[in-house]
C-alpha cells in the first residue's frame, strides 16, 4: 500500500496528516522533494511525531535549501527536477509519502506535483484546513486531482471543529473525510495517535 499525501496549500498540516496516517497503518515515509532544510524539517517532524524506525524514514530525492516552490528552489539551487529520478523506494510496509505544497504546484517547466503523483501510481489523501476558505480551496484541488484521473481515498481535515465546512465538503467535493485532526496542545505523538479516524477508506479497520 502506498498513499500520497498532498494539501491545499502549504503550511496545510501534510507532515502531521503524514504522522498520524503512520501511526495508525505502521508506515514508512518518503518525501521526494524537500524546499527548505533550515530547521527542523519535515523528516524531522516525522521522527518526533510517528513511531516509526530511522531506517523507514527513506532520503529525498531532491534537497533543495531554500524555502520556495520546488520548480524555483531547483533552480536557485542550479538543478533540474527530474521525475523519471524520482523512484519508489522498496518496502515491505505501508509508504506514506508526502508531497511539497499544493496539487498544482510545479516541479519544473513541464510537470505540476499532480505529475508526480500520477508516475508514482499512488492514491491521494488531500489535506485541507477547517476554516474559512477551505471550501473552494478543497474543490478547487479535487478537480485538479480528478482531471488527471488521479484516486482520491478521501480528505484529512487540519484545525478546530468546523462541521459546517466538513459537511460542505463532502457534498460539494463528493469526497469522504479520513480523520479530522483538531489543533493539539502539546503536539506530541502520543496525543495524535489518539485522534480517529475512518480507516476502512485506506483499506485497514475502524481505529
Known amino acids: 500500500m502506498k498513499i500520497f499525501v498532498t494539501g491545499t496549500d502549504t503550511d496545510v498540516g501534510k507532515t502531521v ?3 498520524w496516517l503512520i501511526n495508525k497503518l505502521s508506515a514508512a515515509y518518503w518525501k521526494p522533494v524537500q524546499s527548505g532544510i533550515d530547521g527542523e524539517t519535515d523528516r524531522q517532524v ?10 523507514d524514514i527513506f532520503p529525498c530525492a531532491y534537497e533543495l535549501p531554500e524555502p520556495l516552490s520546488p520548480h524555483e528552489a531547483a533552480r536557485r539551487a542550479g538543478v533540474t527536477i527530474e521525475l523519471d529520478k524520482i523512484v ?6 505501508p509508504l506514506v509519502i508526502e508531497g511539497a505544497g499544493g496539487v498544482l504546484v510545479p516541479m519544473n517547466d513541464r510537470h505540476m506535483m499532480v505529475d508526480l503523483m500520477a508516475a508514482l501510481g499512488a492514491p491521494v489523501v ?23 484521473n488521479i484516486d482520491i481515498l478521501g480528505v484529512i481535515i487540519n484545525g478546530p471543529p468546523a462541521p459546517h465546512n466538513v459537511a460542505a465538503i463532502k457534498e460539494f467535493g463528493k469526497v469522504d473525510v479520513v480523520a479530522e485532526i483538531p489543533h493539539l496542545t502539546p503536539l506530541t505523538g502520543e496525543a495524535l495517535s489518539g485522534v480517529p479516524g475512518n480507516m476502512a477508506l485506506l483499506g485497514g479497520g475502524d481505529g
Do not use: Y
Not at 46 to 55: M, N, W
Not at 88 to 93: C, E, F, M, S, V
Open 126 to 148: 488531500l489535506v485541507c484546513r477547517s476554516g474559512l476558505g477551505t471550501i473552494n480551496h478543497t474543490l478547487l484541488s479535487l478537480n485538479a486531482l480528478r482531471a488527471k
Open 17 to 19: 496528516a503524514c504522522a
Open 46 to 55: 516525522i521522527q518526533r511525531l510517528a513511531s516509526v524506525d530511522e531506517c
Open 88 to 93: 519508489l523506494p522498496q518496502t515491505d510496509k
